[in-house]
């Protein structure tokens, strides 16, 4: 077989990093050992070992320290750096420092979904193949075989693009993807490993067993029914990993640590659409015993350590978060002591590194280099022109030209979608929300990447009838993102609610209305009007809206429960990029306009 530029790579880096740990094979020379930290009893047997487990999460596609959206390297507020290439420096610090064979290397889900680069071997060139053609391989799969991941959990964004395409990826990993709670429809088996069993060589003594556990979000019935329904189901975490710990226990596991894509806090965005909570890492350690440690995703928080205790055993469960898009690594130290035939765990403690405090690794670079190069051309394609510049910094408090783009081509596709139906009489209305406060159109030449970064996530488009009286409903409930504020306005101060995101905040176009911010939650909504006439609540529109609001994202009254009259399967985000092209030129003057705005008590704020 001739050797290729991945293969050559691969051999390369195997050979000046030594083998997986579980394997049992030789130690590399240059890596330190914790032989002098064990304590040997009668016959040499060892008392104490430690071992390291390093974690990440929510990585959506980062490999480099680069926004595919503003074609440089990624800054923010905070000077954090992101990617895999960063972590993967990070990690061999680790093993250089516990030794290469006392550590493992799991992440929290969500790898395939969010930057360019994960859209472009999705969509553009896809990893699944096409005319027959085998796909090439994911930059993710590149990069975290190279890393030695041990395995991976399942993350909702795995679930995006489909089933064949999260199969494509599953097959290039050198890892399990674990998901102990993501069942097959049908029969309720497993349709994936819930779990796998790593062995630690120790010197002189018995093999720790470790057990790592997968659980996903069950959400993903929600946020992905149109790729899941029917096919999979997803069971509450708790309720599988009372089922599976057990087990991992029976196998002879002397540590459990869960790999959970669910937050700590017991919240959920869904309400009651389902019957688990969506961030339920903190009740896994509660009431599930026999778990020593959690690393935990999904919610993009940083959390270095945080001590949950099981109610049943008394015994204390230590979990972490590390943030997002490989901006940080968590880092778990285990002690265990060998007494009565086999291995306790001591203690477990739990930090977090920082990405911007170490240079990429020059093999995870050059691995992945011809892939982001092919990436940064395709984003930088020319689509149209804009006459004047459009910024969404102020949308999550003013009506923005850039948001009603948005929403006019939202609501022109769906118009000619249902006009020759017996729908085409009905007022059409859209919603939008701000993805990123930092979306800019500029004026002059647009490109790909300007159209992409104003619509980030991988929505498709769909039309669901409401009344008037279910459109105020929706405006209302959207309202709640507002902090109730009666003096000074300081529009920093008046967002996120309730730790309310900026994509759960709707504007709505095709009706006008105020939002008195004065007022308390549940009564802010006033002067809605359509066609400069006061909102009539038995009125009937079609509203264009995401998929993910439709099947119930966000929680948001009315909609998911909606009649549907329409759906496509194309992403909103192409669809406004073909909208660019066949323009070949955006001007305002044909949909922007102040329909919505901030009062107190009836006076505008801005």
């Not at 990993?173 to 790593?198: E, I, M, Q, W």
């Not at 690594?329 to 477990?348: K, P």
């Not at 159109?441 to 769909?462: C, F, R, S």
């Not at 101060?493 to 105020?514: K, L």
Request: net charge negative; with cysteine.
């Amino acid at each position: 077989m001739p050797l290729n530029r991945r293969t050559f790579l691969g051999r390369t880096a195997a050979a000046g990093a030594g083998v997986a740990v579980a394997t049992g094979t030789a130690l590399p020379a240059e890596a330190k050992t914790q032989d002098q930290d064990l304590a040997h009893g009668h016959g040499h047997e060892p008392k104490r070992y430690a071992f390291t487990v390093m974690g990440t999460t929510d990585l959506h596609g980062h490999v480099f320290n680069w926004d595919y959206f503003t074609d440089k390297e990624y800054d923010d507020a905070g000077h954090n750096d992101v990617g895999l290439a960063k972590i993967s420096t990070l990690v061999e610090q680790v093993r250089k420092e516990k030794g290469h064979r006392n550590t493992l290397l799991i992440d929290a889900g969500d790898i395939i979904q969010g930057t360019q680069l994960a859209y472009y071997y999705a969509r553009v060139e896809p990893i699944t193949g096409s005319n027959g053609k085998r796909g090439p391989e994911h930059p993710m799969a590149l990069a975290m075989n190279h890393m030695r991941y041990d395995a991976a959990a399942l993350g909702n964004h795995e679930f995006n693009y489909g089933i064949p395409t999260l199969r494509a990826f599953q097959e290039q990993l050198d890892f399990p993807l674990l998901g102990a709670n993501a069942l097959h429809a049908k029969t309720l088996k497993p349709a994936f490993p819930p779990y796998t069993v790593r062995c630690l060589k120790v010197p002189h003594g018995p093999d720790v067993k470790v057990g790592i556990l997968g659980l996903t979000n069950p959400g993903i019935a929600i946020w992905d029914k149109a790729n899941v329904q029917g096919q999979m189901t997803f069971p509450g975490l708790v309720e599988q990993a009372k089922i599976y710990v057990p087990k991992l226990r029976a196998l002879g596991c002397d540590v459990v640590i869960c790999t959970d894509h669910s937050g700590l806090d017991g919240s959920t965005s869904y309400g009651d659409a389902l019957p688990y909570p969506e961030n339920a890492s903190s009740l896994v350690a509660e009431q599930v015993p026999g778990i020593d440690a959690i690393l935990v995703g999904h919610t993009h928080k940083e959390v270095a350590s945080r001590t949950v205790v099981n109610k049943e055993t008394g015994k204390s469960v230590v979990l972490s978060e590390p943030y997002m898009w490989g901006m940080r690594l968590s880092v778990f130290d285990f002690a265990l002591e060998f007494s009565r035939g086999r291995w306790h765990v001591t203690s477990v403690t739990a930090d977090v590194r920082n990405a911007n405090t170490v240079a990429e690794d020059p093999v995870v670079a050059k691995l992945v280099k011809a892939e982001h190069d092919k990436v940064v051309a395709y984003v930088n394609q020319v689509v149209g022109t804009n006459g004047a510049e459009m910024r969404s910094v102020e949308a999550p408090y003013k009506d923005v030209p850039i948001i009603d783009l948005i929403n006019h081509i939202q609501a022109e596709t769906v118009k000619t979608a249902l006009a020759s139906s017996q729908y085409a009489s009905l007022p059409v209305l859209s919603q939008a929300a701000c993805f990123s406060r930092s979306a800019v159109i500029p004026a002059g030449k647009v490109t790909i990447k300007d159209v992409a970064g104003l619509y980030v996530y991988e929505n498709t488009l769909e039309a669901r009838l409401l009344t008037g009286a279910q459109v105020r409903a929706y405006l209302e409930f959207s309202a709640n993102y507002y902090v109730q504020t009666t003096g000074k306005v300081d529009p920093a101060a008046i967002t996120n609610a309730n730790s309310t995101p900026d994509y759960n905040y709707d504007v709505v176009s095709g009706v006008s209305y105020e939002v008195d911010i004065a007022k308390p939650a549940g009564s802010r909504i006033a002067n809605v009007m359509f066609q400069g006439k006061p909102l009539d609540d038995k009125a009937q529109f079609v509203l264009a809206v995401n998929n993910y609001r439709a099947n119930g994202g966000g929680n948001f009254p009315g909609v998911a429960t909606a009649q549907q009259v329409w759906s496509s399967s194309e992403e909103i985000r192409n669809t406004m990029i073909a909208w660019v092209k066949a323009k070949g030129v955006i001007d305002q003057a044909e949909f922007a306009s102040v329909d919505w705005k901030l009062t107190q008590n009836g006076v505008a704020v801005f």
